[in-house]
């Protein structure tokens, strides 16, 4: 069973994975551990992950990237307004206010939402898995992390990716918490239980957002205080920032703008990345040089790591913020408890966030985490501990939602009501009671009472109907309680909904059943009046769930497997072609080399020719041709090149297992020859064994100068008449015929006679000695 964690991030994703050593990141098919995420869709098939994105320029319509923040949200949502500059291919609104990626697909136009996106993503992640881990046949569990400020909706779309991919998550897990039990599982000196705790801040500048998230840590267990966020800043940010400063340069310098044309706009982007991770290296200027650029034009420019940190002072200023906005006044932890700062993400790296981090708390950051892998390492370990293939180290988590939630409720003839039933920073998973009054039919309503404070322009969680209701014998409403509960995905839900109706039920007294059993042998007593009380008896209730955005997870799981069946009729074909052209061309080569004696020049001028033309069809009319018409002709041509290449590989093994036959019948010569000399070595076999030693060897040499002399007189262009597999077959059967014969143990040598022990003097009687026991 594989034990999985995915942190699926805006710009790349990784993969944990438990084993019994550890947690370990795995590498994908380019030996990375960083797989972009990236989808592309082309006229036969769908590429994910590093080819996507290397290709991105070439096939930039269909290509999309960016895409982490539309799942779960609507076209018009002011965060995925924000986003949609950054994808290259066209996204659009759809009925109902969705979100549309226009792309072409086998030749036709194709609209897909962020969550189909999400899951050939997944797809593309499970196969890396069952490649690389040769012991994992088919992935299925995995916790996937998110952000912390994920919503409902948000986390519900992440779950129908996931089931689209065919995978099952064990858990969804917040991406600050995943960091943090990453961080304290493998801590040994945490405090004791009862002692104070440990407080650790985390920083994870990532490359859409950044994240913040205040810690205590015990011995065994972890409490999440408090998370804070920003969506305005992270790595992308800064690349825009630098991306915009270029160019209004080359605006001026050139007479161009970037912007106005999409694969020179991306390009720039890419590169002014890479200018920002040189800057967080180096103090000198980092030049930026581009080639035919746009309208044919060179273009080049530089930046300083000064200038940089000038231009991006207002998102330093967010980041900074970040981190104030997790001591607010109902904490009580302040910036001087923090004992250790840890900072993860690709962006902290650069050199200003470990100085905002100094002026804030006074101390220097630390970096003891892998920056990059931190999310998937922790994501994996929850994987290990929900896993019963894992023995793992206990530790407890007390992770925290971050907003509040209000209930409200109504029915017919009733009054309606509300309360707010989850605070921000409340343990989650956690379950509450809510008593109400009914005596019908009556609709739950669930949605985020602070709507500001919520990064999403949904504020509705769900509605829920609860039927079965009614009024008791009196007409009088009756308790109905409804338990709501946040599960361990961080998604709100009404688990059941409870009438208690009461009812008269007869109970005997219990002094008279006392009485009665107290003396079994007394006269029976009088029966006692059965006692008439009410009891509240529990009624369970239908509840039927009715939420914002309804996923057809069956639908979209079956479309994702026939394009996953499409990838893998694209791959099969391409590889029967790449397996065809590969031949060819190592044929070829070899044809005037090593195999040039092992065919005659007729026979290779025309093998060569029909390389040739093999080699030409597949550049003009084989160019796009069936899978069973690579692997005809390949089979064609190796129905003429499989004898030459064997003649060769005969010819180069054939003389060596002649020579080792050779020997070994020589070793057992020498042997033989000793034992008719009347050596010692071989004195003690018996002759018949012997003479089954030299009948082998007489037969079997026979038989080697025969096959030896017949391959001689034939050409190295003909097929061989012996094969080193039948010289092999025949030294193995020669060996088991003598080997145990000769390998046969001497007899021991007996033993010297032991001395006859003195007889006692008349008189004299033996002592019995420890252990003996005398016997009459």
């Not at 967010?318 to 004992?339: M, S, Y």
């Not at 092992?598 to 084989?622: H, M, N, V």
Request: aromatic residues 8%; proline residues 7%.
């Amino acid at each position: 069973m594989s034990v999985l964690g995915f942190d699926i991030g805006n710009l790349n994703c990784y993969i944990g994975v438990a084993r019994q050593g550890g947690i370990e990141v795995i590498t994908n098919d380019y030996s990375l551990h960083a797989t972009p995420a990236c989808v592309s869709f082309g006229p036969k098939d769908r590429s994910m992950g590093v080819a996507a994105r290397q290709a991105v320029n070439t096939n930039i319509k269909n290509t999309v990237i960016n895409f982490k923040h539309l799942v779960g949200r609507k076209f018009s949502d002011p965060i995925a307004q924000r986003f949609i500059p950054f994808i290259p291919c066209k996204v659009v609104q759809l009925p109902n206010d969705d979100i549309g990626i226009e792309v072409s697909y086998l030749g036709e136009p194709h609209t897909f939402s962020p969550e189909q996106v999400l899951a050939a993503l997944l797809t593309k992640l499970r196969t890396i898995v069952e490649s690389q881990l040769t012991d994992v046949k088919k992935v299925s569990d995995c916790v996937l992390a998110v952000p912390s400020y994920f919503t409902d909706v948000q986390r519900r779309a992440v779950l129908s990716s996931i089931q689209y991919a065919g995978l099952n998550s064990l858990r969804i897990i917040n991406e600050t918490t995943a960091i943090a039990l990453a961080y304290g599982i493998y801590k040994q000196d945490l405090p004791e239980e009862d002692a104070k705790p440990r407080n650790v801040v985390f920083l994870d500048i990532g490359h859409s957002s950044t994240q913040a998230s205040l810690v205590s840590f015990n011995r065994g267990k972890l409490q999440m205080v408090n998370t804070s966020y920003d969506l305005e800043a992270g790595g992308l940010w800064f690349d825009a920032l630098i991306r915009e400063h270029f160019r209004k340069e080359f605006k001026t310098k050139y007479g161009i703008d970037a912007s106005t044309s999409p694969r020179p706009w991306l390009r720039l982007l890419d590169e002014c990345e890479r200018v920002k991770k040189q800057m967080s290296a180096n103090q000198t200027p980092i030049p930026l040089n581009i080639e035919c650029f746009m309208e044919d034009k060179d273009v080049t420019g530089k930046m300083q790591r000064q200038e940089f940190e000038e231009l991006a002072a207002p998102i330093f200023n967010r980041i900074k913020q970040v981190l104030v906005n997790l001591f607010t006044e109902d904490v009580a932890i302040k910036p001087e408890d923090v004992e250790e700062i840890e900072i993860v993400g690709g962006s902290s790296r650069i050199p200003m966030i470990r100085q905002i981090v100094k002026d804030l708390f006074g101390k220097e950051p630390k970096t003891t985490m892998n920056q990059d892998e931190a999310v998937a390492r922790g994501a994996a370990m929850q994987c290990a501990i929900l896993s019963p293939t894992f023995r793992v180290r206990e530790f407890a988590i007390k992770d925290s939602q971050p907003y509040r939630i209000r209930l409200s409720w109504n029915g017919p003839g009733d009054n309606g009501g509300e309360n707010d039933v989850f605070a921000p920073r409340d343990e989650v998973p956690f379950s509450k009671l809510v008593s109400l009054l009914r005596s019908g039919p009556f609709q739950v309503e669930a949605h985020y009472a602070q709507p500001n404070v919520v990064p999403h322009n949904q504020v509705h969680i769900g509605s829920w109907k609860v039927n079965g209701a009614r009024p008791g014998a009196d007409g009088a409403n009756q308790k109905v309680k409804v338990k709501v509960r946040v599960n361990p995905d961080g998604v709100f839900t009404i688990a059941s909904a409870i009438m208690y109706e009461p009812k008269i039920v007869e109970e005997v007294p219990a002094e008279a059943m006392e009485v009665d059993g107290a003396n079994p042998d007394a006269p029976p007593a009088e029966p006692l009046e059965p006692v008439k009380k009410t009891k509240l008896i529990p009624v369970d209730l239908e509840v039927i769930e009715s939420i914002p955005v309804k996923y057809d997870v069956q639908k979209f799981h079956e479309l994702e497997l026939r394009m996953q069946a499409a990838d893998a009729r694209e791959k099969d074909k391409a590889d029967a072609k790449n397996s065809l052209e590969e031949y060819v061309y190592e044929m070829r080569d070899k044809l005037s080399e090593q195999y040039a004696d092992f065919i005659t020049p007729a026979a290779a001028d025309e093998f060569r020719s029909t390389l040739t033309s093999t080699e030409d069809w597949l550049y003009d009319e084989g160019e796009d041709a069936e899978r069973d018409v690579y692997e005809k002709r390949l089979y064609e041509l190796k129905a003429v090149g499989t004898p030459v290449v064997e003649r060769y590989r005969e010819f180069e093994t054939r003389k060596p297992a002649f020579d080792t036959f050779d020997q070994s019948i020589l070793r057992v010569r020498k042997a033989y020859e000793d034992y008719v000399a009347g050596g010692p070595t071989y004195a003690h076999l018996d002759s018949k064994e012997m003479e089954k030693v030299i009948n082998a060897i007489e037969d079997k040499k026979k038989w080697l100068d025969e096959a030896r002399h017949k391959q001689e007189t034939r050409s190295k262009t003909d097929a061989p008449v012996v094969f080193t597999q039948e010289i092999n077959q025949n030294k193995n059967a020669f060996e088991n015929i003598v080997n145990p014969i000769l390998n046969k143990k001497k007899p021991a040598a007996p033993a010297p006679p032991k001395k006859e022990d003195t007889q006692p003097a008349a008189g004299d009687q033996p002592q019995s000695q420890p252990g003996e026991m005398d016997v009459d």
